[in-house]
């Protein structure tokens, strides 16, 4: 287990499910989401899924029925807050020391929601264009990772200034996660690499402390060195 997260997922997606009932309560909705039976040994209360990317915790397990809490703050802030009774969602168990990491790993912590705004179709792919606030941007690179619905996906044509970027789905992808029913104007739950997130918010803050002269230059035979970390 990574010592980053308090669950880990590897941001591969183990089955498609459907929810099967929605429970609105004051501030809170409960949902239960019918499990097919291998995502089931080992289940308990308390244990942590990721639907769609988010992070939540088991409160009831009857037979294949696992039950789930989603407070308001969650409802608001990510697709949850959208789920139907007959919507299918990503399931990831969350992943136990030793697993492989096909993906990269992932805590379940939505950063923002982006919306579909283009797609295209070729023979053996699908491209989708996905547009963010620009202020996150300054974490998605071309080539770089990025979570969205829960899955591990590999980041083209980054244009920061427009606030979009593009990713490629292969048939299997598509066949086996949500994307392949998803249309132009869906929203999907985005999590930022944290790897990259740390990277950047440090160097921006050391740059900033720098230029405004909180942080004296080292000195190497007369030259000023700038330590970046």
């Known amino acids: 287990m990574s010592s980053y997260f308090d669950s880990m997922y ?39 899924v990721s639907i769609d990317g988010t992070c939540f915790t088991v409160t009831k397990i009857d037979g294949q029925r696992v039950s789930f809490d989603a407070m308001q703050e969650t409802l608001s802030k990510s697709t949850i807050g959208h789920l139907r009774q007959g919507d299918l969602v990503n399931i990831e168990r969350s ?9 990269h790993p992932m805590s379940g912590h939505v950063s923002t929601m982006a919306e579909i705004i283009d ?51 292969i048939p299997e992808t598509l066949r086996l996660t949500r994307f392949g029913t998803k249309q132009v104007g869906d929203s999907v739950n985005v999590e930022i690499d944290p790897q990259t997130q740390v990277i950047v918010e440090t160097v921006e803050r050391v740059l900033s402390q720098k230029r405004d002269g909180l942080i004296p230059p080292f000195t190497n035979g007369g030259i000023d060195v700038f330590p970046i970390f």
């Open 10 to 48: 590897t941001g591969i997606i183990q089955a498609l499910c459907p929810v099967v009932e929605m429970i609105d309560k004051p501030g809170l909705k409960s949902f239960v989401v019918e499990f097919l039976e291998r995502l089931l040994p080992g289940l308990q209360l308390g244990a942590s």
């Open 95 to 103: 992943a136990k020391m030793g697993d492989e990491i096909g993906g």
């Open 119 to 169: 797609m295209s179709q070729s023979e053996n792919n699908k491209s989708m264009t996905f547009k963010v606030d620009p202020a996150w941007m300054r974490f998605v690179f071309s080539k770089g990772f990025i979570g969205l619905d829960g899955a591990s996906l590999t980041v083209v044509d980054a244009d920061a200034k427009a606030g979009t970027f593009k990713v490629h789905f």
